[in-house]
């Protein structure tokens, strides 16, 4: 017995695995052949009055992507191409590669009983462009295009949406293809939909529209009012915060695009991201301005500004380099979470009014992170329209505890106030008090004052009477004293002019040295000065003035110094011209001494010792002494019968000779 059971174990175990092996091939081939007919197979949506609309999802949606983009619809319908269609994975398709454009593909059977019209509808508007290739049931097809890089005047209804209108009129089972392509991740949410349904479901969805973009404005203009009454650039921050958030909702849904720039539709490639930027600035300038983040956390508010700078360097980047770059949304999760961060961080540190703002926040970033995990093709996430505008539902939960959260630091501010207002009551009351003592003290002491200064008074009053009899005196002893400079100073100036004079004719008349000589001709402005009168006499008597070419006695200054220029026929005359020292280049005070000493010594000093003297060179001393000599060779009849002190202007004067 033990035998029989020791060789039955094993036997039994041998057909265990057996069936185990048959077992994992058949779930193979089952898997298989359902793959297969999956690729092979596209159950068509029948058209029924009782059902208006329908999604296409699953395998009632295939898909095939064209890499290159050059796929044509005919190559499309031929045999290679038309079997490369699969089954899409996820419930609603997208363009998973943004290079690449998409076919796809669904199956209508036509019900011409249907009593009703119908539309396939779009859901995505930000899809670039559609082109649709609808079945005619004789074999033909037309084609329609859409797209938000079309006019939107373009589109068979004016609705946010693409929508098509689909011939019902005919049986038959007809195949639909989509040429889809997009620069920004896409959904191909294709909808069947009866035009009953689909005219209150846009009346319905444009109600809402209105009451979310209507929320926004009312929020915008209130705290716009309340910027204006109390100048608190945190609510202007939340206005353009605000603003920016409609702007977005508004590219995101359409709406721009249908009432904003329908006939730019350019707008619709970059207005989203220009509308993010807005948002992620303007949320952290309005965090910096609310947690007062300068004050309470400065390190982090210099993060701030830094992620404010890389995110505008970022957005610069999306206008230089590609525009396809703002479709990378997930950027934004930066700026959301370090304003999300500084929240927590605040509130920690006890600010009560950051309550609110985490609590906004963190609707908010509910709403991102699951519009994050939609694009990211996470299964379980999408129930409907709830799903489809969470990110706009927490926008306007996030808006209401923002709202909250200023309305709180108002209240903190308020609160603060009166409690300043009350402190400063209780001060102004003790400060009265004082005031009323320090009054009486005061009183008591002006009145003390007062006495002496009454007392004081009587004696000031009458030293001012002896004051003003010494005034009245020392007045009289001060004209006498004028009246005496002016005398003095009249007989100073008869005593400097004949001293001037004395000395200028003992200049004359007698042998002085160069250094005596120079202080009273120092320089060449007292040289001329004193040529000018030899020649003209003084500026005001004209009599002795006359022009050598026109004979006219009148003149004005002309543009060398002391020169003079003729009124009449404007001939300028040097006052060095037609004198000894005409076209010499020895300084003038040196010439001006030369001719003294020559005059002095009657030409008896030798080049030598005027070399000497006057520090020139022996042989311009000997040329110009030469020249002296001659002048007073030829004159010496006029030298010899002039008065002294006359006969140096006879050297001087009507001697135009060449230059030394």
């Not at 009782?50 to 898909?63: A, K, N, R, T």
Request: charged residues 20%.
């Amino acid at each position: 017995m033990k035998e029989s059971g020791t060789v039955i174990k094993p036997l039994f175990l041998h057909i265990a695995v057996f069936l185990n092996l048959i077992k994992r091939i058949g779930i193979t081939l089952l898997i298989s052949l359902i793959g297969v007919t999956g690729v092979f197979s596209q159950p068509a949506r029948e058209i029924v009055d009782w059902q208006d609309q329908h999604m296409f999802v699953g395998e009632e949606i295939q898909y095939l992507e064209d890499t290159a983009g050059s796929y044509t619809f005919s190559q499309v319908l031929s045999s290679p191409l038309n079997e490369h269609f699969v089954n899409n994975p996820a419930n609603t398709p997208q363009n998973y590669h943004l290079k690449s454009t998409y076919w796809f593909r669904i199956k209508i059977r036509h019900n011409p009983e249907s009593r009703k019209n119908w539309v396939l509808e779009f859901f995505d508007q930000t899809i670039d462009d559609i082109t649709a290739y609808l079945p005619d049931g004789k074999g033909g097809y037309s084609v329609r295009r859409m797209g938000d890089k079309l006019p939107f005047g373009n589109r068979e209804y004016a609705h946010k949406n693409f929508e098509l209108n689909i011939a019902n009129d005919t049986a038959f089972d007809g195949t639909y293809y989509f040429r889809v392509k997009s620069h920004q991740t896409a959904d191909a949410i294709i909808v069947l939909r009866s035009v009953n349904r689909f005219i209150a479901y846009a009346l319905d969805e444009y109600f809402i529209f209105g009451i979310f973009y209507g929320m926004v404005l009312v929020f915008s203009f209130y705290n716009l009012m309340m910027y204006v009454a109390v100048r608190q650039v945190q609510y202007l921050y939340y206005v353009l915060y605000n603003l920016c958030v409609g702007l977005f909702e508004m590219c995101v849904d359409g709406i721009a695009y249908q009432y904003l720039w329908p006939n730019a539709p350019e707008w619709n490639q970059y207005a989203y991201g220009i509308a993010l930027y807005g948002i992620s600035i303007f949320a952290l300038q309005f965090t910096r301005t609310l947690l007062y983040t300068h004050k309470k956390a400065p390190a982090l508010d210099r993060f701030i500004i830094l992620v404010m700078v890389l995110r505008t360097i970022f957005f610069v980047a999306c206008f230089v380099v590609d525009t396809n770059w703002f479709s990378y949304k997930f950027v934004e999760l930066v700026p959301l979470a370090v304003a999300f961060y500084t929240g927590i961080h605040i509130y920690r540190q006890g600010y009560h009014p950051a309550r609110f703002f985490v609590l906004g926040y963190s609707f908010l970033s509910l709403g991102f992170i699951h519009k994050l995990l939609l694009m990211l093709h996470v299964e379980g996430l999408n129930f409907g329209v709830v799903t489809y505008y969470s990110l706009s539902i927490c926008f306007v939960i996030e808006m209401i505890f923002l709202s909250f959260a200023i309305g709180d630091k108002v209240s903190i501010l308020k609160k603060k106030k009166d409690k300043a207002q009350r402190q400063m009551i209780h001060q102004m009351k003790l400060n009265e008090k004082l005031k009323d003592s320090l009054n009486v003290r005061l009183e008591a002491e002006v009145a003390e004052r007062t006495r002496e200064v009454v007392e004081k008074s009587a004696i000031i009053e009458a030293q001012n009477q002896e004051l003003t009899q010494v005034n009245e005196l020392l007045q009289k002893q001060k004209e006498e004293i004028l009246q005496m400079n002016l005398l003095l100073e009249k007989d100073n100036e008869v005593l400097h002019t004949n001293v001037v004079k004395v000395t200028q004719a003992r200049v004359m008349s007698t042998e002085v040295d160069f250094e005596e000589f120079s202080k009273i001709y120092p320089d060449n402005e007292s040289c001329f000065r004193f040529l000018a009168g030899m020649k003209w006499g003084n500026d005001t008597e004209n009599d002795r003035y006359e022009c050598r070419k026109c004979n006219h006695d009148h003149f004005f200054h002309g543009h060398s110094p002391y020169s003079r220029r003729c009124a009449k026929c404007d001939y300028d005359e040097s006052v060095i011209a037609h004198t000894i020292f005409q076209n010499t280049r020895i300084p003038i005070n040196k010439a001006f001494y030369m001719v003294f000493l020559m005059y002095t010594t009657k030409g008896k000093i030798s080049s030598h010792k005027l070399s000497e003297i006057l520090s020139i060179r022996q042989s311009t001393c000997w040329a110009y002494a030469s020249r002296i000599k001659k002048v007073m060779h030829d004159r010496r009849k006029e030298i010899a019968a002039s008065k002294s002190g006359e006969g140096w202007s006879l050297l001087v004067l009507e001697h135009p000779l060449e230059a030394i």
